[in-house]
């Protein structure tokens, strides 16, 4: 099974800027961040395909970037201009689907995920 591991969530005040990081034991054709805040669907935030093509949520589009380090296997999402609204756990997750989108991350459910990671805007 693919290991996924995220780290680098926390506590930032709102306009700050975090970037998550992701471990992974074998890079899959899709890579993806969702997040999910309590009493709200799990929504995908952004996808990168094993080609490097990126997609995003509207809602972040142009304040996050979601990029990889194939070498390092370990996949990124850069936040800035944090809002309260984007407060929620972030998880990291992969899937061999071919059609790798944000649009597609909402239709179906990824192979593999990680834990999450908590990340606070105030």
């Known amino acids: 099974d693919v290991q996924l591991v995220e780290s680098g969530g926390g506590s930032v005040q709102a306009g700050g800027s975090l970037t998550l990081s992701c471990t992974y034991d074998y890079e899959r054709r899709c890579m993806g961040w969702f997040r999910e805040a309590p009493g709200k669907q799990r929504e995908a935030v952004a996808t990168i395909s094993r080609a490097g093509a990126t997609t995003y949520a509207t809602s972040v589009e142009g304040r996050f970037t979601i990029s990889k380090d194939s070498a390092k296997n370990t996949l990124y999402l850069l936040m800035n201009s944090l809002k309260p609204s984007d407060s929620a756990k972030y998880y990291c997750?992969?899937?061999?689907?071919?059609?790798?989108?944000?649009?597609?991350?909402?239709?179906?459910?990824?192979?593999?995920w990680g834990q999450g990671t908590q990340v606070t805007v105030s």
């Open positions: 997750a992969a899937d061999s689907t071919s059609e790798c989108s944000v649009a597609r991350a909402m239709r179906i459910f990824f192979s593999y």
